[in-house]
């Protein structure tokens, strides 16, 4: 089994970093595998907030080619229920982080929520369900963890390999990872940057993909308007305005899925809405 190709970023994450997940991250990595699968499309747009203002670039998310048969899980449901209410929905990015915020109910839900995913749950102890958030690991949750983070480290030197010697497999490996990315940290900062073309083309010739998991559905108006570096900066300004640090929201205090959390829009920084 590859936990990398079936699990969603967050189910990994949670499964690797247990307690000490980062929410921020499970939701960058969440938003990031619906993008790159086409379930929900990337587009940026130069508008001038007034006749004297200068152009500015506007980042902004639309339903994709596979919204309407992607079965999201309840963790994915954050970004996806906002564009399953009919009508064509377009929110900026900055605002569709902070409804996603809002939506998690607080870390512990979200971290509940990940966890008891049905691949998930038989991996935990069901007599603590309702005391962790992130819960405890049974046998067979451990051994999946080892084998999770040997399937990161060997991908990781493959793709690092991979990268001075054959790049166009770099590409498609990255490519199939979808929102997984985030679990690598050894892959230089400036690497999807310099791969951004052909990043692109490896995506474009995907157009008639699956948004399943094993398989990138990007291509065409999907996901292939956009790169890694241009998606973070937004998203990280965007967590950042609405009071989430990095292990979450500021009023968490970093601890990972504990119990508090920062439901409310007060919490959070507030609701987004349309343009």
């Known amino acids: 089994m590859s936990y990398l190709t079936t699990l969603t970023p967050a189910e990994n994450l ?3 970093d247990g ?11 969440t938003l990031m595998d619906l993008l790159m699968r086409g379930v929900l499309a990337y587009h940026e747009m130069e508008k001038r907030p007034s006749r004297l203002d200068r152009p500015r670039r506007y980042k ?11 079965q999201g899980l309840p963790h994915e449901d954050v970004f996806l229920v906002p564009y399953r209410r009919g009508g064509a929905a377009r929110y900026q990015l900055k605002n569709l982080v902070s409804i996603a915020l809002e939506r998690t109910g607080g870390r512990r839900e979200y971290c509940r929520s990940v966890r008891l995913s049905p691949r998930l749950a038989p991996l935990y102890l069901p007599v603590l369900t309702n005391v962790l958030a992130a819960g405890l690991q049974n046998g067979t949750g451990r051994l999946a963890r080892k084998a999770l983070i ?4 060997l991908t990781e030197a493959t793709i690092l390999g991979a990268l001075g010697d054959d790049p166009i497999h770099a590409v498609r490996m990255i490519n199939d990872l979808g929102g997984n990315v985030v679990l690598l940290s050894r892959l230089p900062e400036d690497a999807l940057g310099d791969l951004r ?5 490896d995506r474009r010739k995907r157009e008639r993909g699956s948004s399943d998991r094993g398989g990138s559905g990007c291509g065409g108006s999907g996901c292939g308007g956009w790169d890694h570096d241009s998606f973070n900066d937004g998203f990280d300004s965007a967590a950042d305005a609405a009071g989430c640090g990095g292990a979450g ?4 205090g970093g601890s990972g899925c504990g119990d508090s959390g920062c439901s409310g829009c007060s919490g959070c920084g507030g609701c987004g809405g349309g343009d």
């Open 14 to 16: 949670i499964l690797r």
């Open 19 to 29: 307690r000490k997940v980062s929410v921020r991250l499970m939701l960058k990595g």
């Open 60 to 70: 902004y998310i639309v339903a994709g080619q596979h919204i309407d048969s992607y």
């Open 150 to 153: 040997a399937e990161i480290d």
């Open 197 to 201: 073309d052909d990043l692109f083309e």
């Open 249 to 252: 929201c500021s009023s968490d």
